[in-house]
């Protein structure tokens, strides 16, 4: 059973250019939760998403940052015209369905995707 | 906000030495986990603790949720090299949305052979 899939792994894109990560959720997961960690600072919610629906997005900055998880297809993370400030690492994580008896807000993380800005 | 500090920001031991990392916030959680991550790599879970006052034990990981849910520790015995990477807590508020961790910056062990 694989993990949580995210690509690119690494990211190198300059200032005013468009940055896209992906994000496959573990099988059986239906929710999907992108975090950020800057350097020197702790992991930070930024949006939680279910299949066409973005559930909470109140940790996303208001301009340039946009988030989808498609009916098919993995969870995409879209930073357009990127600053050098969105050098970070972007952690997607899944869960399975609640009230099912399995999830116990344990969250599984993939292994990140690294963005350099120039 | 939640905050969650996390103590020692660093720490560098010997192998079989004993420690013990600390979470602390003026907020309560209604759970609260425990991840250790290691370089180029995701968090890994390693527990969740629920109720105030649980203690649970992972090997040689021992892990405390305080009595009032607003801290936690994790104590390592006969630390090992192994058990070198970033620790970090995560707590989850009753309040808000399934899933939305407030993490601490965590503590950095690093266990020298």
């Known amino acids: 059973n694989a993990g949580v899939m995210q690509n690119p792994r690494h990211l190198v894109r300059r200032r005013g250019q468009e940055a896209r990560l992906r994000c496959s959720p573990m099988?059986?997961?239906?929710?999907v939760y992108w975090y950020r960690q800057l350097p020197e600072e702790g992991l930070k919610f930024m949006v939680y998403l279910q299949k066409e629906n973005i559930i909470d997005e109140s940790g996303m900055p208001k301009e340039r940052f946009s988030a989808e998880f498609p009916k098919e297809g993995p969870s995409i993370l879209r930073i357009q015209q990127v600053v050098r400030g969105d050098s970070a690492a972007y952690f997607c994580a899944s869960s399975p369905p609640f009230g099912t008896g399995v999830n116990t807000g344990e969250l599984f993380f993939g292994e990140g995707s690294r963005l350099t800005v120039l | 906000t939640q905050l969650l500090e996390q103590s020692p920001q660093f720490l560098s031991i010997q192998e079989g030495e004993n420690l013990t990392v600390y979470c602390n916030s003026s907020?309560?959680?209604?759970?609260l986990q425990w991840y250790r991550q290691e370089p180029g790599e995701g968090p890994v879970l390693l527990v969740t603790?629920?109720?105030?006052?649980e203690v649970k034990k992972l090997k040689r990981l021992t892990f405390q949720f305080g009595d009032a849910r607003k801290d936690s520790s994790l104590h390592i015995t006969a630390a090992q090299p192994g058990d070198t990477g970033l620790y970090l807590c995560a707590g989850a508020d009753r309040g808000s949305t399934l899933g939305r961790l407030y993490f601490g910056r965590g503590t950095q062990l690093t266990v020298w052979p």
């Open positions: 603790v629920v109720t105030g006052g």
């Open positions: 907020s309560v959680f209604s759970s």
């Open positions: 099988k059986g997961h239906s929710h």
